[in-house]
C-alpha cells in the first residue's frame, strides 16, 4: 500500500530554521510536493520537486529529496509566526493526478 | 489566477437529509476534480477522482451510492452526501486540475459538514 509518514509536530523558535521531514514508499511517484494548511482552511502549493531532483530552492525554503532512502524534507529559513500551520507532504501516483498526502507535521513557532 | 471556490463554507444538517456542496474553478478549466475528505487532526484521504463530463472514479471504500459527484461542467463539481449521518460530520475539500501536471492541482477552502 502507500504510506506516507511525517512527525506529528515541531516546535522552533522565531528565527530559527525548521526541517520537517518525510517518508514515502512508491518508488514510481513522480512528483512530491508540500502543502501548508492553515486552520479551518484548505491547503497551499508551497513547492514541489520532479522525482529525478536532489535539491529545490525557492526563497526560504528547500527541498531535499533522497530517492534511495525515500526521505523527502523541508527546510524553511527564518521561521515567522507566520509559518505555523500544519504541513503536509504529498506524492503522485505514477502517471496519474493522484495524490497521497502524509500525516501531517504541525509547526508551532514561538517568540 | 487559479482559485477554487467552495459552496457553503460550512453547514450543519439534520440525519437522514441530503447536503450539496459545490466546487468551482473560478478563472480556468478543470478537466479534473478531486474530492478529499479530512477528519481532525488528520490528513487528507482521496475520495474520488472526476472529469468533466464522465462518472466518477471511487477510491476502495467510498460508498459511490452515498456519496455523489457530478462534474457537469469545466467550471463546477458537485459532491451530495445523501442520508447523511453524524458520522459523515467532517472536512471536505475539493481540488482542481487542469489536467497538464499535477503541480497545477488548486485546492478549495474547504467546506465543514456537521451532521446533527
Known amino acids: 500500500g502507500e504510506d506516507v509518514e511525517q512527525s506529528l509536530f515541531l516546535s522552533v523558535r522565531e528565527g530559527d530554521s525548521s526541517v520537517i521531514n518525510c517518508t514515502y514508499t512508491?518508488?514510481?511517484?513522480?512528483?512530491l510536493y508540500w502543502y501548508k494548511q492553515e486552520p479551518g482552511a484548505g491547503l497551499q502549493l508551497l513547492t514541489y520537486i520532479f522525482s529525478n531532483m536532489d535539491m529545490k530552492q525557492d526563497q526560504r525554503l528547500t527541498v531535499l529529496l533522497n530517492k534511495k532512502d525515500k526521505h523527502l524534507s523541508l527546510r524553511i529559513a527564518d521561521t515567522q509566526t507566520g509559518d505555523s500551520a500544519i504541513y503536509f507532504c504529498?506524492?503522485?501516483?505514477?502517471?496519474?493526478?493522484?495524490?497521497?498526502f502524509g500525516t501531517g507535521t504541525r509547526l508551532q513557532v514561538f517568540p | 489566477g487559479a482559485v477554487v471556490s467552495q459552496h457553503p463554507s460550512w453547514v450543519i444538517c439534520k440525519s437522514g437529509t441530503s447536503v450539496k456542496i459545490e466546487c468551482r474553478s473560478l478563472d480556468f478549466q478543470a478537466t479534473t476534480m478531486f474530492w478529499y475528505r479530512q477528519f481532525p487532526k488528520q490528513s487528507l484521504m482521496l475520495m474520488a477522482t472526476s472529469n468533466e463530463g464522465s462518472k466518477a472514479t471511487y477510491e476502495q471504500g467510498v460508498e459511490k451510492d452515498k456519496f455523489l459527484i457530478n462534474h457537469a461542467s469545466l467550471t463546477l463539481s458537485t459532491l451530495t452526501v445523501t442520508s447523511a449521518h453524524p458520522e459523515d460530520s467532517s472536512f471536505y475539500i475539493c481540488?482542481?486540475?487542469?489536467?497538464?501536471?499535477?503541480?497545477?492541482?488548486?485546492f478549495g477552502p474547504g467546506t465543514r459538514l456537521t451532521v446533527t
Open positions: 481540488s482542481a486540475s487542469t489536467g497538464a501536471r499535477t503541480y497545477e492541482q488548486y
Open positions: 512508491d518508488s514510481s511517484s513522480t512528483y
Open positions: 504529498a506524492e503522485s501516483m505514477g502517471n496519474t493526478d493522484k495524490l497521497i
